[in-house]
């Protein structure tokens, strides 16, 4: 569960990517547009799930917009994709609306 003051969801970048994977741990990530409707219906089902997390999950989120490189990297050809990452290695996809039962299955 999240105390601190770290934001619940982490906005990811081409730079920090990595440097995020290279913690280790499960890492969920959201591949979104701010144009996108689906997207805009899953942010507040992630933040909820973010806020109550289990020990090891980190969330983060890419806007492919902006983040273009990582999308084709991880071949995100539709929008909301959430990809699980386990100690830096792809463990899970999801492509569209995900509730929270489904986002709880994904890092199990």
């Known amino acids: ?4 003051d770290e934001p619940t969801i982490h906005p990811l970048t081409t730079n920090s990517f990595d440097a995020m994977l290279g913690k280790g741990g499960t890492l969920l990530v959201d591949f979104w547009a701010p144009w996108c409707g689906p997207c805009q219906q899953q942010l507040p089902i992630l933040e909820k799930f973010a ?19 990582l999308a084709v990297r991880f071949q995100v050809r539709s929008i909301p994709t959430l990809l699980v ?3 830096g290695e ?6 569209g ?12």
Do not use: C, W, Y
């Open 85 to 87: 990452f386990r100690d």
């Open 51 to 69: 806020e109550s997390a289990p020990d090891g999950v980190t969330v983060g989120k890419v806007n492919i917009d902006e983040e273009q490189e």
């Open 90 to 95: 792809e463990a899970g996809r999801h492509t």
């Open 1 to 4: 569960m999240n105390t601190t």
């Open 97 to 108: 609306l995900a509730g929270p039962a489904q986002l709880e299955k994904l890092v199990s």
